[in-house]
């Protein structure tokens, strides 16, 4: 057994965006890439002595050999044991609860999300800490700063392990044990949900179809799905996960997701539909003909989570990202308890979670979780959905129109400008931001502006500030739109223009969302010069 001490240099692209590292496959396949990063992580920690670690990812591309590499080099810098999931897999909520669980210090996952996978597509990696989550803002800048001075990186001459046998194995001195990746994870499902009621609503003759979009969640949803609760075969489709996800972005969206959505909206549509991402911690709901938009989906949650065992005491709080829609801030004015709006990335829950002021966190990006995890987790949202149900005996439509006549509706609606060229969207921003001030006062369309703003955020707990996370146009009316370039896309820079309009109960609750976004759509476009500046004259991607 020797470590080897290899000399490189440093990249300097190799700073972590909204989650982690992602890039291209052939960008972490070359020399030195993968290996600087992952070093940069072991420095930026304080060396790998004496630490338990976990290691896992979505099963795309390119996530066996980095696994192999990620061992070899944990051993060379002291790691004592890590727990790697079957095969190099463990979703992304799987791996935050087997962390918990084990009290490890931190864990390495693989994954670019919802990204696409193969030789030509994307691969990313991320570092999480002991509380399960993904390593705050001051970990992510130290381990870019090592990434930038690097000189050298440690790693063992030994043979490859075999991934696919459960049990102990040795590299070097360091143990190495090989899980179940789905075990632990459904203890915790069993331990927050009531199966015996869910088992008894798919025994009545609810039907549902999971598209697990040929990526991780597909062994979680079998195994829980069809085989704890009962689901009937089939009901868990694309349920193995394949290198390249089957050719497909998995991306739970009505572009990428087109299948469950004409499934859902046609003639022999099921109760329920849902779909996850590549790693398992997105989700999305339909009912029949109605697709629940995931922030209108944190606030039902939030607002029946005391229907299930593992909330039945209620929650602390409510957290969302700031694009996300304010339906969820007033279910938790209604329960009399916080609400806080964090910037995007589910980094910024952490705190809040782990000092107890929020129970429910949730994204518009299709991303909800609650404090048995520190990441956002799809197949937890499904089952917390399907508790709901057994327990209210309504359909999803039932349950959100009694949702908006209670609370009204936030109509909310996210459009992407994909691949557009770095440089021009660089530019309307900036341009934007520079007149933010300016716009106060002045009425666009109807719709006068009450505030506008480039968010920045406090952190409640730690009061570590982030700047520069969205520029937020509101309008008198309640009507907002927020605009920011995405942090996890690898091909040019993608713009995400939000759009949210409110209507007071008693209002239209049944409008068509673009219809009934119509306006501020056109506000946004006019007052970012959108169109002007992209070229582009619709949106790539309408969620
Ligand atoms: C990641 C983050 C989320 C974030 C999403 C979109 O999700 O974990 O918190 O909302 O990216 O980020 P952006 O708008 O910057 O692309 P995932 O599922 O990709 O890990």
Redesign the pocket.
């Known amino acids: 057994m020797s470590v080897q001490t290899v000399k490189t240099t440093p990249f300097t692209d190799q700073k972590p965006?909204?989650?982690?590292l992602r890039k291209k496959v052939k960008v972490f396949q070359g020399q030195h890439y993968l290996e600087n990063f992952v070093q940069s992580i072991f420095t930026a920690i304080g060396g790998g002595h004496g630490k338990t670690l976990v290691l896992g990812g979505d099963g795309r591309f390119y996530n066996p050999q980095a696994v192999q590499t990620i061992l070899k080099m944990a051993a060379a810098n002291g790691v004592s044991r890590v727990l790697v999931g079957r095969n190099g897999l463990l979703s992304?909520p799987a791996a935050s609860a087997v962390i918990r669980k084990y009290e490890t210090s931190g864990g390495i996952i693989l994954?670019?999300?919802?990204?696409p996978a193969g030789p030509d597509e994307d691969f990313g990696i991320k570092y999480n800490i002991g509380n399960g989550g993904?390593a705050p803002e001051r970990i992510t800048s130290a381990i870019f700063e090592e990434s930038k001075k690097i000189s050298d990186y440690s790693i063992l001459d030994w043979p490859d392990i075999d991934l696919d046998r459960l049990g102990g194995q040795m590299v070097g001195d360091m143990s190495v044990d090989i899980i179940d990746p789905v075990a632990d994870y459904q203890v915790l499902m069993e331990s927050l949900f009531d199966f015996g009621k869910i088992r008894a609503l798919f025994q009545s003759g609810f039907t549902l179809r999971f598209d697990a979009m040929s990526a991780a969640t597909g062994p979680y949803a079998k195994a829980i799905l069809e085989g704890a609760l009962g689901a009937a075969p089939g009901t868990v489709v694309n349920g193995d996960p394949l290198e390249d996800f089957g050719g497909h972005h998995p991306d739970p969206n009505p572009v990428h997701a087109k299948a469950l959505f004409d499934l859902m909206y046609g003639e022999d549509a099921p109760d329920m539909g849902a779909a996850s991402?590549?790693?398992g911690?997105?989700n999305i709901i339909l009912g029949r003909g109605l697709y629940v938009a995931p922030s209108d989906s944190l606030a039902a949650l939030a607002a029946n989570a005391h229907l299930a065992p593992g909330y039945k005491d209620g929650l602390k709080g409510i957290a969302r990202?700031m694009p996300t829609s304010r339906a969820a801030d007033r279910v938790a004015e209604a329960l009399g308890i916080p609400s806080f709006e964090t910037p995007?990335?589910?980094?910024f829950f952490g705190n809040l979670l782990d000092a107890d002021m929020a129970t429910l966190c949730g994204?518009?990006?299709?991303?909800t979780g609650s404090n048995h995890v520190r990441?956002?987790d799809g197949l937890w949202a499904v089952l917390l959905w399907l508790n709901i149900i057994a327990e209210r005996k309504q359909s999803i439509p039932e349950i959100m129109a009694e949702h908006w006549h209670t609370y009204g509706r936030n109509y909310y609606s996210r459009h992407d400008y994909e691949a557009l060229e770095v440089a021009p969207a660089n530019a309307l921003m900036d341009a934007l931001r520079g007149k933010l001030s300016s716009l106060v006062g002045q009425t666009f369309h109807g719709e006068t502006v009450a505030s506008a703003d480039d968010f920045a955020y406090t952190d409640p707990v730690d009061g570590s500030v982030s700047t520069g996370q969205g520029l937020r146009v509101a309008f008198e009316s309640g009507s907002r739109f927020v605009i920011?370039?995405?942090?996890?896309?690898t091909v040019g820079a993608?713009l995400?223009v939000y759009l949210e309009r409110y209507e007071p109960k008693g209002g239209d609750m049944g409008m068509d969302t673009q219809d009934a976004l119509a306006t501020i759509i056109t506000i946004a476009d006019e007052v970012a010069e959108i169109s002007a500046r992209t070229g582009r004259d619709a949106p790539t991607v309408i969620s």
């Open positions: 965006g909204t989650s982690g992304t994954s670019a999300s919802h990204n993904p991402d590549g790693d911690d997105r990202s995007t990335g589910w980094k994204e518009e990006s299709a991303g990441e956002k920011r370039l995405s942090g996890t896309g993608t995400r």
